[in-house]
């Protein structure tokens, strides 16, 4: 069992900026991926950033390339989100998830062993 942590979330305005983390309990393998998701109500949890515990390979979607950046930590066993220039479509709840080996699909939530519990974040107008 792998137990993950989220914190960081908050209200901020247009344009501003928050740092989200994520402490996990332990690493899986150095080839599965951290991720983080994100869902509105009635709507889906959708994709939003990933990384591996090794090398440098990162995954975004399009709607947040260039604005938030996916980081860790090995020794912390943290995972980190840094989300700028933010706008009001990014409100939401935002989870973290690890998976249980590398191979699974980073895009999906079934690709995921392991979920947080989320922390909302508002972008006021």
């Known amino acids: 069992q792998v137990q993950l942590v989220e914190s960081g979330g908050g209200l901020v305005q247009a344009g501003g900026s928050l740092r989200l983390s994520c402490a996990a309990s332990?690493?899986?393998?150095?080839?599965?991926?951290m991720g983080w998701f994100r869902q509105v109500p009635e709507k889906e949890r959708e994709f939003v950033a990933a990384?591996?515990?090794?090398?440098?390979?990162?995954a975004y979607a399009e709607s947040v390339k260039g604005r938030f950046t996916i980081s860790r930590d090995n020794a912390k066993n943290t995972v980190y989100l840094q989300m700028n220039s933010l706008k009001p479509e990014d409100t939401a709840v935002y989870y973290c998830?690890?998976?249980?080996?590398?191979?699974?699909?980073?895009?999906?939530?079934?690709?995921?062993?392991?979920w947080g519990r989320g922390t909302q974040v508002t972008v006021s107008s």
């Open positions: 998830a690890s998976q249980d080996w590398g191979g699974s699909s980073w895009y999906e939530e079934r690709g995921y062993a392991y």
């Open positions: 990384i591996r515990w090794s090398g440098s390979r990162t």
């Open positions: 332990r690493r899986t393998y150095s080839t599965a991926a």
